[in-house]
């Protein structure tokens, strides 16, 4: 045992213990072209297995942002990695990749490793569900860095594509339908003024309000993971001529749909095609924000868009409902300025 890196706050053998709690839910993510083992200095993935011609490697990295702060305040750790897995998967599925591999990187004050496996536990149930592999990763044990309980948590995914079916954009044209994708809830953006609404209007995290739901509390809510939506997305790419897709994350629809547009183009939304989840509705009042203003930071019930050619669009709805989503046709690309957004009552 390394007693004076003990002294200083740091616990080796929590470390191994993390390591050996792990193992378990990693291997439950292995798919065609996982190599080795966690315990390397490095995930190795074989790309030659894949029967892919061209392939076009996507990649994405990202957090869970301030959203942790609700996991610290319920003592609650099986879902976060989740949200960190989708925040990841999802961005590089807009440019019609499939994720192939993950990783993950957790820093916290004092290595806890029932914690840490609960963390773990849920990012190896976010690969699941994407498809991809849990490669490897890193548990950073830094005490004076953190408060007491509290931790960050980032991934890294890496994903492929065929080179002529790259999604980018550049094929979206003026009367393209959008289908939205329903999300899960407030996903893992904006939760900074989140959190502010739930301060300023003294609302308690373990309480059930009726009006936002009557069986989970507003801390459960608030906690649902981001939705994943690779396979049934990828099942639409497949079969459909698609030519852009967004996922709606921070900036709401005034920001995400207009990364997949060209210059001279807008969009169109029409209001009353979805449904605007109660968590919003309740965000909205309880925090005095001006119903416009909502779209421009929330995901407000869709948390991805899909363009399409119009005659595809009823094929599109039917494969996405078909594989466990609620999607719908929500609006259009409209010639004009993209940063226009038109919605109506």
């Known amino acids: 045992m390394a007693q004076s890196y003990e002294n200083a706050g740091v616990n080796l053998e929590a470390g191994y213990e993390v390591v050996h709690r792990i193992k378990r839910h990693v291997q439950s993510t292995e798919r065609l072209g996982s ?7 490095g995930g190795m993935f074989d790309l030659s297995k894949l029967n892919i011609k061209e392939p076009v490697l996507v990649s994405g990295t990202d957090g869970v942002g301030t959203k942790l702060k609700i996991a610290f305040a319920l003592d609650k750790h099986d879902t976060i990695g989740i949200d960190a897995v989708a925040m990841c998967v999802n961005d590089v599925l ?4 499939e994720p192939l591999f993950f990783l993950d990187y957790v820093a916290l004050g004092h290595n806890v490793p029932a914690k840490v496996e609960a963390i773990v536990a849920g990012v190896a149930e976010g690969c699941r569900q994407a ?5 490897g990763g890193e548990t950073a044990e830094m005490p004076g860095m953190y408060a007491d309980g509290e931790y960050d948590i980032a991934g890294y995914t890496t994903g492929v594509v065929e080179k002529q079916r790259l999604i980018d954009g550049t094929r979206v ?8 994708i329903s999300s899960s809830g407030v996903h893992s953006n904006g ?11 003294g609302l308690d995290l373990n309480r059930i ?9 507003l801390g459960e809510v608030l906690l649902t993971p981001t939705r994943i939506y690779v396979r049934p997305v990828l099942e639409v790419i497949r079969q459909l001529d698609v030519h852009g897709v967004a996922h709606i994350t921070g900036g709401g629809f005034d920001e995400n749909i207009p990364r997949i547009l060209r210059d001279g183009q807008g969009f169109s939304i029409q209001e009353g095609t979805w449904d605007i989840l109660p968590v919003f509705r309740c965000l909205e009042e309880w925090g005095g ?8 930071i929330f995901n407000m019930g869709i948390g991805m868009v899909i363009a399409l050619p119009q005659e595809q669009a009823a094929q599109a709805v039917a494969i996405l409902n078909a594989n466990g989503e ?5 609006g259009q690309v409209i010639e004009g300025n993209n940063e226009i957004l038109t919605i109506n009552s």
């Open 326 to 330: 609620k999607a719908q046709v929500i």
């Open 35 to 41: 190599m080795g083992s966690i315990g390397s200095f």
């Open 131 to 135: 498809g991809c592999a849990l490669v």
């Open 289 to 296: 924000i001006p119903h416009r203003e909502m779209f421009n």
């Open 191 to 201: 939760f900074s003024l989140v959190r502010k609404i739930v301060a300023d209007k």
């Open 94 to 97: 807009a440019q019609g990749a």
């Open 173 to 180: 044209s003026a009367g393209d339908v959008l289908v939205g």
């Open 209 to 217: 309000y009726t009006e936002l739901s009557d069986k989970q509390t």
